[in-house]
């Protein structure tokens, strides 16, 4: 089992850079495949990235690979997400989950077992 905090959201301008961090309890956190997930107000939750137990392969939306790189360091049992570039439409919550999922399926909410509170992302334009 493992617990999820989010930290590292906030208001910024178009253009800006922002970079989460998702810090996780417990002993196996280095055996969980993490992603990211955000939710807008009135849309649906939707894949943002995801990255492998050993970080050895990541995987992202459309929408954000380019700006947005995932990473995490197990040693201090915690993940990032540092946004580059953002975008009004990248204004969202933030949240982070842990799936024991294969990494194959790991861009699908349903497949991750454990959730963060979430972080509020606002990109001014």
């Known amino acids: 089992q493992v617990q999820l905090v989010e930290s590292g959201g906030g208001l910024v301008q178009a253009g800006d850079s922002l970079r989460l961090s998702c810090a996780a309890s417990?002993?196996?956190?280095?055996?969980?495949?993490m992603g990211w997930f955000r939710q807008a107000p009135g849309k649906e939750r939707e894949f943002v990235a995801c990255?492998?137990?050993?970080?050895?392969?990541?995987n992202y939306a459309s929408s954000v690979k380019g700006r947005f790189t995932i990473s995490r360091d197990n040693a201090k049992n915690t993940l990032y997400l540092q946004m580059n570039s953002l975008k009004p439409e990248d204004t969202a919550v933030y949240s982070c989950?842990?799936?024991?999922?294969?990494?194959?399926?790991?861009?699908?909410?349903?497949?991750?077992?454990?959730w963060g509170q979430g972080t509020q992302v606002t990109v001014s334009s």
């Open positions: 990255i492998h137990w050993g970080g050895v392969s990541t």
């Open positions: 989950a842990a799936s024991s999922v294969p990494f194959s399926g790991t861009q699908y909410a349903h497949n991750y077992g454990y």
């Open positions: 417990g002993r196996t956190f280095s055996t969980y495949t």
